[in-house]
């Protein structure tokens, strides 16, 4: 081969190879793109229709994409559950954290106080944790122990730890702490879930932000002066 050919080639080479690289970084972002895109489109129909009244069909075409991409990212229909609640249960985190070490400067009261106006913040933002939750443990599934188990256990167990020391220290009532700390989750929960039921019964839309700051005012008192003694 003569110099010259061999000239040719290298710069054949390295302008495929520059041409490479870009292609490489649009199909990595494309990919993490369609990922994140399906991960928020189930999250959206497990919420809405339940596990069951949901397939990866529906998911796929609900982000806009074919059905093989979810085997492609996936593998299963349960592996994308999993995976769809982790996604959500980062993205809250990254919205509403919560450092215990934040906390640890506060009287017990008022550290409870900010764990439920962080949670009460957060079922307002975003219903589909709550409807999810609600699916699954009327279900009794092994999707809903998974759930406990990998994301909700150690919360459920910071805010039990939060009661038993009001208790400890004599500004609770001795009321057994999971009835205390299921009555916050559910009734902070549950009644976002029922913005449209309330806006029809009473008139009060919830969902304005206006009437969100007031349900934390209010849902504070009920629980700290149901729980606390006076």
């Known amino acids: 081969m003569s110099a010259e050919a061999k000239q040719n080639g290298r710069r054949k080479g390295a302008a495929a190879a520059k ?41 796929a075409a609900a982000a806009g994409y074919s059905q093989a991409i979810i085997h492609y990212h996936f593998g299963s229909k349960d592996q994308l559950w999993q995976e769809a609640l982790t996604y959500q249960m980062h993205d809250l985190d990254a919205r509403f954290p919560l450092d215990r070490n934040e906390l640890r400067d506060l009287k017990p009261a008022d550290r409870l106080r900010v764990v439920v106006r962080r949670f009460i913040a957060l079922s307002r933002y975003n219903t589909d944790l709550a409807s ?33 020391e009001l208790v400890r220290t004599g500004e609770a009532k001795d009321i057994p702490s999971y009835i205390v700390t299921q009555n916050i989750l559910t009734t902070a929960s549950l009644l976002f879930c029922l913005a449209p039921m309330i806006a029809l019964v009473h008139g009060v839309d919830l969902r304005k ?18 729980l606390l003694k006076s």
């Open 209 to 226: 932000e206006s009437e969100g700051a007031k349900v934390s005012d209010a849902l504070i008192d009920l629980f700290m002066t149901g």
């Open 132 to 164: 999810i939750m609600v699916r699954e443990t009327l279900a009794d599934s092994d999707r809903l122990k998974w759930l406990i188990n990998r994301h909700f256990l150690k919360r459920m167990d910071f805010l039990d730890e939060l009661i038993n």
């Open 19 to 59: 041409q490479a690289k870009p292609r490489a970084r649009k199909d990595a972002h494309n990919s993490r793109n369609s990922r994140e895109g399906l991960l928020q489109a189930a999250v959206k129909l497990f919420a809405k229709y339940g596990f069951d009244g949901v397939t990866t069909g529906d998911i």
